[in-house]
């Protein structure tokens, strides 16, 4: 068997997907989404799939190594997104050549059922803590939600206090048997992230996700430190060299993004590297459903997983895009009192409808549409993190 073809596809409302091609007609589905760079993304797959047009599909691996190694400038962003779109796809063909699901090949299931939580937005405590109790209605045992807007380096006590009424309202809708994650979402300085940690403490979050910017990682073992919350952190983390320096820092929770951090091939080796530091696995996963089919191929194989992070209805996704917009059987991401199933079918377990994502990229490219991280400013008029 060899690669006839690598082709991307930017659709609505982020996302980018890759389909690889072959001489037997197996095709392999994968997800090389960085949001708001789609088209420098699209380039790198391009130029990596020189590396690939001829070559056995089935050579995960090696196909691994060439991709993320062979170039003299390695790592960010950019080509770990590319590599980890490209590697899915791999993993997908490899599961469909053998028919069996990609978490066989993995070592087989270590659980029969994955807990995923849903995201909600919102400015006031009114907000969201209406939404937190929409989705106790359908079934979910936890969310996660922003802490707050843009905050200054160092707030007022009343920015402070907003940030805590905020999460106490949901905790209230939630009670005690469900689970809250509050994302501060780099938006939080060092001094900030210490003053408020402490002062959340009391509402039991499950973790809080990127209590400081990567950049700022030398800080990370004082946050541990600071707080009795499990830390979280990784979705701007690309490789398991990335990891390493927040591992050591103790983080609890480690939060790859099976298409930032390499695909399928990385994600697995970061995994096994939490374990020795007695983290646990809470996949970010805000993108589409070749990203989420991949990461659940990881969860299903793994011990030390938390939780798993899905879009179904978030904000990011706006009207008229969602999670199951280009599958063939929707039923397979079907949630029930807040777990997903285990996927039986082969490759990444779903049935990716191609002549959707076609038109969908058709309509994209005619109407130029791309979405772009938006730009927010402090009063002052400065950049404020987004």
């Not at 073809?5 to 994968?30: C, K, N, Q």
């Not at 799939?49 to 056995?56: F, H, P, Q, S, Y």
């Not at 690309?238 to 820092?249: K, M």
Request: hydrophobic share 45%.
């Amino acid at each position: 068997m060899k690669i006839t073809a690598v082709t991307t596809y930017a659709v609505a409302p982020r996302w980018l997907f890759v389909r690889i091609d072959t001489d037997e007609g197996v095709t392999g589905w994968g997800e090389p989404a960085l949001e708001g760079r789609v088209r420098t993304v699209a380039a790198a797959v391009d130029e990596l799939a020189e590396l690939l047009v001829g070559a056995d599909p089935l050579r995960i691996e090696a196909h691994w190594q060439v991709l993320t190694k062979a170039g003299f400038y390695r790592g960010g962003a950019v080509l770990a997104s590319a590599v980890g779109g490209i590697d899915q796809a791999l993993w997908d063909i490899a599961g469909k050549v053998r028919g069996v699901p990609v978490h066989e090949l993995l070592g087989g299931p270590l659980r029969d059922r994955v807990r995923v939580y849903s995201w909600i937005g919102g400015d006031g405590e009114q907000d969201v803590a209406e939404q937190a109790a929409h989705k106790v209605e359908q079934g979910f045992t936890a969310i996660k939600m922003n802490a707050s807007a843009q905050l200054r380096p160092i707030d007022t006590p009343a920015a402070v206090d907003q940030v805590v009424r905020r999460v106490a309202a949901v905790r209230e809708v939630l009670g005690p048997t469900r689970d809250i994650a509050v994302d501060f979402h780099g938006r939080v300085s060092t001094p900030m992230a210490r003053r408020l940690l402490p002062l959340l403490e009391p509402l039991a979050p499950m973790f809080v996700e990127e209590p400081i910017l990567p950049e700022h990682s030398a800080n990370l073992a004082s946050i541990v430190r600071c707080t009795s919350i499990p830390i979280a952190t990784g979705e701007r983390l690309y490789s398991r060299w990335d990891f390493r320096a927040a591992f050591e820092a103790g983080i609890a929770v480690a939060q790859p993004d099976i298409s930032h951090a390499g695909g399928i091939s990385e994600v697995r080796r970061i995994a096994a590297q939490a374990e020795t530091h007695d983290a646990f696995l809470a996949p970010h996963c805000p993108l589409g459903p070749v990203a989420l089919a991949s990461a659940l191929q990881v969860d299903f194989a793994i011990p030390n997983l938390l939780v798993q992070e899905q879009s179904l209805g978030i904000h990011y996704n706006g009207q008229g895009s969602d999670l199951l917009d280009y599958l063939t059987d929707p039923a397979v991401f079907e949630y029930r009192d807040g777990w997903v199933q285990r996927p039986a079918g082969p490759g990444l377990g779903i049935e990716v409808d191609a002549k959707a994502i076609e038109q969908a990229a058709s309509w994209a490219a005619e109407h130029g549409y791309e979405w772009r991280t938006p730009i927010w400013r402090h009063d002052d008029g400065s950049l404020a993190e987004w």
